[in-house]
């Protein structure tokens, strides 16, 4: 398998992550108006890609380049202030890693799940898991700036029942966006933990608080 067959293993929406239960605080913001239609999925998108997407993109990144992943773990946690997003964090790398193992084993994806049997954060995982299936920073920043704005882009689609067509015509209008993001990410990786990017997005924090609190909901987060 090719590192490009590899990379496409890893970003497709098919393999068995968890991430279809995640809705990247898309749900929240359908619920509250800030989202009802293409356009709004995109400003949504985008401002999600620059922040949080590049914070996690650098995440996965670091990890592939071969970093510490108990300090790429602290950082992560200290990346992400909401108890409710932590939470996620974990059960999506819980659930990657479970996938990850079964299809590149190697001594370092088993050495994660022994150090973090509840979980890692996802993106370090990710990072892990790309490294395993011989990939490069760039490669985990780029399957993750492509989560990043796809899994919002799914779950409008099936919150809004707006077009497929539409969703997906976001998606590559971000195209750029999301290649500028991927190497930001690669780049500050090669430097270490310490130049890390840590963007926010607060009002996504805020948001998953009140989502995690809803009786009724369709998305996990």
Known sequence: MTSRSALMVLADGRFPAGGHAHSGGAEAAVKAGRIQDAAGLEA???????TTGLT???L?????HGLDPDELDAAADART??????AAARRLGRQLMRAARATWPCAELDALAAAFPRGAHQPVVLGVAARAAGLGPEDAAH?????????????????LSLDPFQATAVLARLAPAMDLVADEAARAARQGVDALPAASAPLLDITAEQHASWPVRLFAS
Do not use: I, K, N
Not at 60 to 64: L, Q, V
Not at 144 to 156: L, W
């Open 44 to 50: 949504f998108c985008r401002g999600r890609l620059h």
């Open 56 to 58: 996690s993109a650098a």
């Open 60 to 64: 996965a990144a670091g990890a592939a």
């Open 81 to 86: 202030p909401s108890p409710a997003l932590r």
């Open 143 to 159: 399957c993750v700036a492509y989560e990043t704005v796809s899994g919002p882009a799914t779950a409008v689609v099936r919150l």
